[in-house]
């Protein structure tokens, strides 16, 4: 990320100088394509090489999901793994980038949108939880309220 932050901005910078524009300006700018080059094509590229180490090492990269909202916990398994988390330690609900993410005791559980046939079952989902959850953690879920819209 340092490297093609600083050399976009080298780049912006000599730009500049021999256009006989604002160096300083067309540095920043440099810089600025570097980050979004960096967020858009080096992290892509990072994501694609991780999953391909996995696929070697025999790791499947679909996996099978459950989640299940039970009066007492929220029961997440994903292939081999199970968590059971009591409502009195979830914290937090919100939306982040199509999953409805769970904080539980620090501890992330992710609901994928995609798994919603409907805004209305996403919707209800997202109800339910919340009715399971403390008074303090619907405070903090501020935007999965909303969402669901209950006050």
Known sequence: ????????????????????????????AGALVGLFGYAY????????????????KGTPLHMNLRMELTPE????EVQDIYHRAKWSGVSELFPNR???IFIAQSSP???PKRF??????????????LGHMSERARA??????KF???A
Request: glycine letters at 8%; one cysteine or more; hydrophobic letters at 55%.
């Open 41 to 56: 094509v080096c992290r892509r590229f990072t994501v694609w090489r991780f999953r391909t180490k996995l696929q070697d």
């Open 98 to 100: 199509g999953y409805w």
């Open 116 to 129: 919603f046939a409907s805004e209305a079952e996403e919707r209800a989902f997202v109800r339910e939880a």
């Open 1 to 28: 990320m340092a490297v093609l932050w600083i050399g976009f901005g080298a780049a912006g910078f000599l730009v500049g100088r021999y256009a006989r524009l604002d160096e300083i300006l067309c540095a920043c």
């Open 73 to 76: 916990a929220l029961v997440y």
């Open 140 to 145: 903090r879920s501020e935007a999965a309220v």
């Open 148 to 150: 669901a819209g209950t």
């Open 109 to 111: 559980f992710f609901a």
